[in-house]
């Protein structure tokens, strides 16, 4: 089976994702964090990288219960800004 390319929009949804993660882990190990999640430190580390840019849903649960976020916290931070949005602001 042939992986179809990420977009742009989707790798930059996954470095903002990232991001998010490794902000709400702050000081806490990631061996710590990827063995509560019950998932392996090298997966957190590809996740707070970028490098899996479209993790399972049920993976970003486990590690944003792990972190104390919640997922409209997530998806907030993931959201496209749209025009009307940014206008309102």
Do not use: N, Q, W, Y
Request: without cysteine; glycine residues 8%; hydrophobic residues 50%.
């Amino acid at each position: 089976m042939v992986r179809v390319p990420l977009t742009a929009e989707e790798l930059e949804r996954g470095r903002r994702l990232g991001e998010l993660l490794r902000e709400a882990r702050g000081g806490a190990s990631m061996v710590e964090v990827a063995l509560t999640a019950g998932i392996s430190v090298e997966t957190l580390r590809k996740i707070e990288t970028g490098r899996i840019a479209t993790p399972a849903f049920f993976t970003i649960a486990a590690v944003a219960e792990v972190l104390g976020l919640s997922l409209d916290r997530v998806a907030e931070a993931l959201a496209v800004p749209s025009p009307e949005r940014e206008a309102a602001s």
